[in-house]
Nanobody
Framework: QVQLVESGGGLVQPGGSLRLSCAAS????????MAWYRQAPGKQRELVAA???????NYADSVKGRFTISRENAKNTVYLQMNSLKPEDTAVYYC???????????????WGQGTQVTVSS
């Protein structure tokens, strides 16, 4: 079992910055990828950014150049640095971890509780 604990959400003005953190604990495999998703009211959940254990990254077009995903493997922690925030970025942000189980020969998904990010003047 893996648990994900998020922090760093809150209210920020347009053009401002926030840094989200997500710490994983429990049976965390060395083979894993982590990601940030978000869901705005009335909208579908979407992938914001993802990072592999080898530090390969992928970003949604809407956040390229503004958001940066990174990780510290020794701490099993992933970060999302969000700059130049826009009202359209307002959403609940969810941390995700996907890992392979050697014992069960399959991948498992784990989710954080979600943290609210509100961009408003």
């Amino acid at each position: 079992q893996v648990q994900l604990v998020e922090s760093g959400g809150g209210l920020v003005q347009p053009g401002g910055s926030l840094r989200l953190s997500c710490a994983a604990s429990g049976s965390v495999s060395s083979r894993n990828s982590m990601a940030w998703y978000r869901q705005a009211p009335g909208k579908q959940r979407e992938l914001v950014a993802a990072i592999t254990n080898g530090d390969s990254t992928n970003y949604a077009d809407s956040v390229k150049g503004r958001f940066t995903i990174s990780r510290e493997n020794a701490k099993n922690t992933v970060y999302l640095q969000m700059n130049s925030l826009k009202p359209e970025d307002t959403a609940v942000y969810y941390c995700n971890l996907n890992q392979y189980s050697v014992a069960r020969f399959r991948n498992y998904d784990y989710w954080g509780q979600g943290t609210q990010v509100t961009v408003s003047s």
